[in-house]
């Protein structure tokens, strides 16, 4: 199975100040069709997963501009250019590319 | 508006069985991959299985094969997950997702004890 690790685990950040996260999995997420299926999701307490980020970039609809998502191969970050209070949370990468779809260990963003 | 409602959950005892359900509203039901995705008290999130629009593919972890099925039926709008054999470790809180979590329900809980 392809392990996806995630630094930091826990991430102190102070409201206005920028956020990276990274993501590494254990083999190449690049998929025979071309695509790389990285996803970055937000779990907020109490509340059911949002999806962020899809292949590796892309950004959700509706999500704000302040999150951004870059990387390639088995390297990955998610980035939160100016942190707000309703970021707080809890965020994973998940791989959709190699079965059995698998997720980092979720890294926990909380206001300094 | 795409929404995702889940239901079955509840109290077993090991080695009984549970069927999730999840219906589905808001979207072409029959166009998606449907996901289960668990995630245990205070832990992350563990994806579960996999069914693709017509049901002819099916993928799950290592740890559910032989005891747990996906299944689907379109015309229902619904995704199902037929859980047998249920252990400890099984109890958490299991979401259906839209493919690849475009979008998910609230989740319903399953407790495994004796």
């Known amino acids: 199975d392809v392990v996806m690790a995630q630094s930091p685990l826990s991430l102190p950040v102070a409201l206005g100040q920028p956020a990276s996260i990274s993501c590494r999995s254990s083999?190449?997420?690049?998929?025979?069709?071309?695509?790389?299926?990285l996803n970055w999701f937000q779990q907020r307490p109490g509340q059911s997963p949002r999806r962020l980020i899809s292949k590796a970039s892309n950004r959700d609809s509706g999500v704000p501009e302040r999150f951004s998502g870059s990387g390639s191969g088995t390297d990955f970050t998610l980035k939160i250019s100016r942190v707000e209070a309703e970021d707080v949370g809890v965020y994973y990468c998940?791989?959709?590319?190699?079965?059995?779809?698998?997720f980092g260990q979720g890294t926990k963003v909380e206001i300094k | 508006e795409v929404q995702l409602v889940e239901s079955g959950g509840g109290l077993v005892q090991p080695g009984g069985s549970l069927r999730l359900s999840c219906a589905a509203s808001g979207f072409t039901f029959s166009n998606y991959w449907l996901s289960w995705v668990r995630q245990g008290p205070g832990k992350g999130l563990e994806w579960v299985a996999n069914?693709?629009?017509?049901?002819?593919?099916?993928y799950y972890v290592d740890s559910v094969k032989g005891r747990f099925t996906i299944s689907r039926d379109n015309a229902k709008n619904s995704v199902y997950l037929q859980m047998n054999n249920l252990r400890a470790e099984d109890t958490a809180l299991y979401y259906c997702a839209r493919g690849s979590g475009f979008c998910w329900g609230q989740g319903t809980l399953v407790s495994v004890s004796s």
């Open positions: 083999q190449s997420l690049v998929h025979s069709d071309g695509n790389t299926y």
């Open positions: 998940m791989q959709g590319t190699h079965w059995p779809w698998t």
């Open positions: 069914i693709n629009q017509d049901g002819s593919e099916k």
